[in-house]
């Protein structure tokens, strides 16, 4: 085991990290001896000037150990470099506390392949709690994201950030309190998130145009919305290939706290899980409880933007692969495709209980009012589909088309209905509501086939 | 012990009055950086005499500033012996191994009088290696006798006095080494490497006149390049659509511009401001989808009626970056004239509200035939 110190522009601004000059209670847990590989430096706990210094000066992959304690930062802490692994002593032990920041910015803030945070606390952020952008190789290990204050709609938005990277690996860890989402992965590549705990988010989790995510053993509890995954009009990642199983999504009936104009302040109170304008998604053997308004919707990008044409992208620009999602044209000449279409999803296996007693009657879309019309006294069903584009009648299932092919029929543990949504404007009319298997959406099986589970190198 | 100091290195100087430069500029790529600013012998500074460069170094301004907390800012570029930049019509200057572009911050203590009481902040350093640019900061010493290699930055409150007379305070932001990547990143798509580019240093933004002084007077600047043999590839500057020139406007508000200068003036003020986060290739703007560079011809790229991606808490609580004919619900004023923490933009270097950077931007999204983009949130 080789273990090289690093010290260089450190010691020439007359900031020794302390290599090895820290008591040992700074580090309780973990130290550079405990390191293998990577150039390693210590910083003692609440030494902020030090670890600003050594992340600002270093070009090599670094492995930096945080001694136990609060670090008081007035400016986020910026990380350009590749292979930075940033290891506190223990996630109720080492804190990044930018609750006195002066600056704007986020807490951690990264762009840098091959980067790992693990067993601390980010407290306060003014913006994002870890931000890591354009970066290939990203885990976050027993981490915390979180603001002190709950249900403020001026804490910062996203609390663990991964975005626009690939291969992420986000476990173990905790998102509490933010404004927007508390664990937000976006526009990413082959990302695994598992074994979470998301709490008093608007959005607990949030899967956001993205290609190829695990999504499973979570618990979303406590959040205006538990876990959701969803596309944005005008990216140029088409969200597909998504896996949500095994979670436990109970209790998400948190206020929404959420800025008016965000995409998530028109999550309505109580929502379980929501899937728009997504493709090839599987929500299977997860146990949802006690979410007031529904536990699982189905839904088109229309009903957050009903522009089509913003929608649209030139295919030229897309990210990924796509051809075999067979998404809608946006042009005779098939230079452009429009993704605001929810298809191809399987909805099975999930335990539902104690859900859709009291939909939000006050969320800005009012699809809680239309529920609570629609249901009257009866709990809202487990699964809703908009079926938007669909023909649709309210009690013959052969008058009912499924042409976004939606699977529900391997969810016999739970009630279901589709919402004719698109014609609901100008009317009240009544649900189509089958019984298990739900013809027509009584399939099983993808189009495709099923989601492959993500490995990650 | 100041004054005698200060009489010593002008007894010292050449003829010029200031501290002197003992020889030419030195750069060595291949050493750690200096500790000290004044190792590389740019420029000196003084009090009394202000700002003296060095061969081949040579002063510049821009058309339109990068606000900074109303920070002033003194710009050069130096390039090594026989060295050249290439003109690049649209991005920035091409520049050689071994060139260094230099840019002091510093605050009068009162901006009606900006000659006058000088603060030096912080000196920033682009450094090219044949790697690409190496961004070193370093920030004065309380004497504003030298400045200190500082990776770690600051934010340090500023006093000052502000065009109307009034005081203000600024949460001043010396970026972290790092963060110089938040605003001079490039990546021509998602698999390409992430490139540090200049913002500033682009022909429109160029070119203007700068004065400078007894021996060489007004001098168009893209001209003065050239006839130095220090740009090559360039037309003459009467070929090069320039950038507007904030300066006017900063005297006397947008209220009296026409239209067409309006929306001049409020593309060069967003391309200097945002787009070297917001365009398509930038690293930290490109997940919004808004583009602002002065190229962009989009609407829906330019904000208008356009949803955010995922601003959070900066929408203000409005719906679209833009609506037009409406700059009280469009979040791009919002966003560009609040002081919030966390929602303010540029993301960086701004804790004050420019105010007439704020009133461009706002008479710019009046002027724009209303239009109603869909439903709010």
């Not at chain 1, 601390?120 to 870890?130: N, Y």
């Not at chain 1, 991964?162 to 526009?187: C, F, H, I, T, W």
């Not at chain 2, 065009?163 to 600024?170: D, E, H, I, L, Y």
Request: charged fraction near 15%; charge should be negative.
């Amino acid at each position: 085991m080789q273990v090289a110190r690093f010290t260089t522009l450190v010691l020439a601004a007359g900031l020794a990290a302390g290599c090895g000059d820290g008591t040992p209670a700074s580090f309780p847990t973990t130290d550079c001896a405990a390191v293998t590989g990577a150039r390693c430096v210590e910083i003692r706990g609440g030494d902020s000037a030090a670890l600003q210094t050594q992340v600002n000066s270093i070009d090599a992959p670094t492995t930096i150990v945080l001694g136990a304690g609060k670090f008081k930062l007035t400016n986020q802490l910026t990380i350009r470099t590749n292979g930075v692994h940033l290891i506190g002593q223990g996630i109720d032990t080492t804190t990044l506390d930018f609750g006195g920041a002066t600056a704007q910015g986020n807490g951690v803030d990264v762009v840098g392949n091959d980067f790992l945070i693990q067993d601390l606390t980010v407290l306060d952020a003014p913006k994002d709690g870890i931000r890591v952008e354009a970066s290939t190789g990203v885990t976050y290990r027993r981490i915390r994201a979180t603001w002190s204050k709950p249900s403020a709609t001026t804490n910062g938005a996203y609390g663990i950030y991964p975005v626009k990277s690939q291969n992420v690996l986000v476990e173990n860890s905790r998102a509490e309190n933010a404004s927007d989402a508390g664990l937000y992965v976006g526009q990413c590549q082959h990302v695994i998130v598992r074994n979470n705990v998301v709490t008093g988010n608007v959005a607990g989790l949030e899967i956001e145009n993205t290609q190829y995510a695990d999504v499973y053993g979570n618990t979303a509890e406590d959040n205006t919305g538990g876990i959701v995954v969803f596309d944005l009009p005008g990216n140029p990642i088409v969200g597909r290939d998504v896996r949500l199983h095994d979670n436990m999504i109970r209790n998400n009936n948190h206020v929404n706290f959420g800025t008016p104009g965000t995409t998530v302040a028109g999550i309505p109170v109580g929502t379980g899980t929501f899937a728009m304008a997504s493709r090839r998604v599987e929500i299977t053997g997860n146990t949802y409880q006690n979410n007031n308004t529904t536990d699982i919707s189905l839904i088109s990008g229309l009903v957050v933007e009903m522009d089509m044409s913003k929608w649209t992208l030139p295919t030229a620009g897309l990210t990924g692969k796509f051809n075999d999602l067979g998404l809608m044209p946006g042009d005779a000449q098939g230079l452009t495709i429009m993704n605001f279409r929810g298809e191809n999803i399987l909805v099975s296996g999930n335990h539902h209980s104690g859900s859709g007693t009291s939909p939000d009657l006050h969320d800005p879309m009012h699809l809680g009012l239309l529920l609570g019309f629609g249901f009257g006294t009866s709990p809202v069903a487990n699964v809703l589909y908009d079926a938007i584009m669909e023909d649709f009648d309210s009690t013959d299932p052969a008058l009912n088309t499924n042409k976004n092919h939606m699977c529900i029929g391997g969810n016999t543990g739970g009630t279901f209905a589709t919402l004719d949504l698109g014609n609901q404007a100008t009317a009240m009319k009544p649900f189509f509501r089958p019984a298990a298997p739900f013809t027509p959406y009584e399939c099983l099986i993808l189009n495709g086939g099923a989601v492959a589970p993500v490995v990650l190198p | 012990m100041r004054t005698t100091l200060v009489a010593a290195l002008l007894a010292a100087g050449c003829g010029g009055g200031g501290p002197s430069l003992s020889g030419p500029v030195m750069v060595d790529l291949d050493a750690p950086p200096p500790a000290q600013l004044s190792a590389y012998r740019l420029f000196t500074w003084d009090p009394v005499t202000g700002f003296a460069f060095n061969q081949r170094v040579v002063p510049y301004d821009v058309n339109t500033a990068l606000f900074s907390d109303y920070a002033l800012k003194q710009r050069a570029i130096y390039l090594p012996d026989g060295a050249a930049a290439t003109f690049d019509p649209e991005q920035a200057l091409a520049f050689p191994v071994g060139a260094v572009i230099v840019k002091t911050f510093y605050y009068p203590a009162d901006l009606r009088h900006p000659d006058d009481d000088l603060r030096l902040i912080e000196t920033r350093l682009m450094v090219r290696h044949a790697d690409g640019w190496h961004p070193l900061p370093y920030i004065w010493d309380a004497e504003q006798r030298d400045a200190v290699l500082s990776p770690a930055g600051e934010v340090r409150a500023i006093s000052f006095v502000d065009t109307a007379g009034a005081p203000q305070v600024a949460n001043y932001l010396i970026p972290e080494r790092n963060q110089c990547q938040s605003c001079h990143a490039r990546q021509d798509g998602p698999n390409a490497p992430i490139e540090l580019v200049l913002i500033g240093v682009k022909a429109r933004h160029l070119n203007r006149t700068y004065d400078h002084g007894d021996a060489i007077g007004p001098r168009n600047q893209l001209d003065h390049l050239a006839e130095l043999g220090m740009l090559t590839g360039a037309p003459t500057s009467a070929e090069v659509p320039p950038a507007y020139d904030f300066r006017p406007l900063e005297a006397t508000g947008p209220a009296a511009l026409p239209p067409a200068e309006l929306e001049a003036a409020a593309r060069s003020y967003l391309d200097i401001n945002c787009a070297h986060c917001h365009n398509a290739a930038g690293v930290q703007g490109m997940t919004s989808q808004l583009f602002l560079d002065h190229g962009n011809t989009d609407e829906f790229h330019l904000g208008v009626c356009k949803r955010p991606g995922s601003a959070g808490t900066g929408t203000g609580g409005f719906t679209f970056d833009i609506v037009p004919g409406d700059p009280d619900t469009s979040i791009l004023y919002f966003r560009t004239h609040t002081e919030k923490l966390g929602a303010m933009m540029p993301l960086l270097g701004r804790s004050l509200t420019h105010g007439r950077g704020a009133e461009l931007l706002h008479a710019w999204i009046a002027a724009m035939p209303a239009r109603n983009c869909g439903t709010a949130r």
